[in-house]
């Protein structure tokens, strides 16, 4: 499963770097204004910090404007991701994008019909919003469910990139599903790491330990 960190925040996305857990980054327009930066500027100094894909998005809501927006996003760095809207033009940007050599993460999608027009755009990711959905009292681990029986039956190739990740259960239930990827906020993928038998076993430890006077260099 890979790990992508949903955050345009250089010093996050460094400190995860550093502990091998960054395959790629997603940002979106909410993502860059909480930034406070210039888009091309953050985008391509993320670039610059991590080899996989970064999916940056384009704003516009007709399919001409979103190629022409895409195509200069692709221009920061050979690892980006053109990101579009789940939308008709957007499917109609994907198509022209993909066939065009660039990879494409189609987003806010949050129905399986969606999931198969991405497919079928040739979107290299499609981006279904678990947490969304969970907000509004659907199961958004479903939808990954649903989305992977109906790309294994076609054998699709479109990678699942399960998004809007609020918790570390979302992440064991979609990767139990078998989603391709999950794209989670910084503090949800370092919690990870938290258990609470692990800190109560160290602090036995080192405390027997501290009992022996020893040291070890
Ligand atoms: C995905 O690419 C989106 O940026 C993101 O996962 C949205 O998450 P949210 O619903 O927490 O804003």
Not at 18 to 23: C, Q
Not at 69 to 90: F, Y
Not at 174 to 195: F, W
Request: net charge negative; hydrophobic share 45%; proline share 4%.
């Amino acid at each position: 499963m890979k790990f992508f960190v949903d955050t345009a925040d250089i010093a996050a996305i460094r400190d995860l770097h550093e502990l091998g857990m960054v395959d790629g980054v997603t940002t979106n327009p909410s993502l860059i204004a909480k930034s406070g930066r210039n888009i091309a500027e953050v985008i391509r100094e993320i670039c610059e910090l991590v080899p996989g894909p970064v999916s940056a998005e384009v704003v516009a809501s007709d399919a001409a404007e979103m190629i022409r927006e895409g195509k200069h996003l692709a221009q920061i760095a050979g690892n980006i991701t053109v990101k579009v809207p789940l939308t008709l033009d957007g499917l109609k940007a994907c198509r022209a994008l993909s066939d065009d050599g660039h990879m494409v993460n189609v987003t806010l999608c949050f129905s399986p019909a969606q999931a198969i027009l991405a497919a079928k755009a040739g979107a290299t990711f499609i981006s279904p919003f678990i947490g969304r959905l969970d907000d509004m009292h659907l199961d958004g681990v479903d939808l990954i469910a649903d989305i992977r029986e109906i790309y294994d039956n076609y054998g699709y190739e479109t990678q699942i990139l399960a998004a809007s990740i609020r918790n570390v259960n979302h992440i064991i239930e979609v990767a139990k599903i078998g989603a391709d990827v999950i794209t989670a906020p910084p503090a949800v993928i370092k919690s990870m790491a938290n258990h609470l038998l692990t800190d109560k076993g160290l602090e036995q430890f080192n405390a027997d330990w501290a009992k022996t006077g020893q040291k070890i260099l």
